[in-house]
């Protein structure tokens, strides 16, 4: 079974500046998907960022950019110039690709809880 | 847009009780998901249906059973709720195909068994 890790149970940042969420995980297939979904407070759960595993270029949107190093399977959130907006828990998350057209859910780690200090 | 909705924001009923939780999705997803999230212990996949009728065992059914009569709805059921069951329910829905399979996440409800 894959599992998901990020240790940074709550970051803390300045407004404007740069701050990196870790994610680890761990498994045995060579071909998957890994996100990070934002959850805002009282708010809906949305996704940030996606990666493919047998892209070896790393994903970017916007202010957002993950850092994929597959032979390490860590896979860090880079959010630049952070806004007050940001502030919400981030989930780390895991699918595999090898089945079920999609239908097969994700591993989650247990979150960051990100705050953005004015 | 795609749009996942779910019956109540907030639940509370008493041990004993059945209980179900509604989640409809209005993009024609095949694939629907129900997870639990509790503080410190991130989601967790309770169970998934790829077809109407069809379900799959998550990762943690045991007390939970589902119900897909409807491409579009997707219900989960406790049979005789408990408190340990006092949690944040989440309901999504992706597609068979397209970019990664994303998932759409409906805003949760919470359910308080006292």
């Known amino acids: 079974a894959q599992t998901v890790t990020q240790s940074q149970p709550e970051m803390s940042v300045q407004e404007a500046e740069t701050v990196t969420l870790s994610c680890t995980y761990d498994t045995s297939e060579s071909d998957y998907y890994l996100f990070w979904y934002k959850q805002p407070p009282s708010r809906q759960m949305i996704l940030v960022i996606r990666?493919?595993?047998?892209?070896?270029q790393n994903a970017t949107e916007n202010r957002f950019s993950v850092n994929f190093q597959k032979a390490a399977k860590s896979f860090s959130l880079k959010i630049s110039d952070s806004q007050l907006g940001d502030a919400a828990m981030y989930f780390c998350a895991y699918r595999s690709a090898g089945t079920g057209g999609g239908a097969d859910g994700l591993t989650f780690g247990k979150g960051t809880h990100l705050i953005i200090q004015p | 847009d795609v749009k996942v909705t779910q019956s109540s924001r907030y639940l509370v009923k008493r041990t004993g009780e059945k209980v179900f939780l509604e989640c409809v999705q209005d993009?024609?997803?095949?694939?629907m998901f129900w997870y639990r999230q509790d503080p410190g212990l991130g989601l967790r996949l309770i169970y998934f249906?790829?077809?109407?009728?069809?379900?799959e065992k998550g990762d943690i059914p045991e007390g939970y059973s589902v119900s897909r009569e409807k491409k579009e709805r997707f219900s989960l059921i406790l049979e005789s709720a408990s408190t340990n069951q006092t949690s944040m329910y989440l309901c999504?829905?992706?597609?068979?195909?397209?970019?990664?399979?994303?998932?759409?996440f409906g805003p949760g409800t919470r359910l308080t068994v006292t």
């Open positions: 999504a829905s992706s597609l068979n195909s397209g970019p990664s399979y994303e998932q759409y």
């Open positions: 249906s790829y077809d109407v009728k069809m379900k």
């Open positions: 990666q493919e595993a047998y892209k070896q």
């Open positions: 993009m024609d997803h095949e694939n």
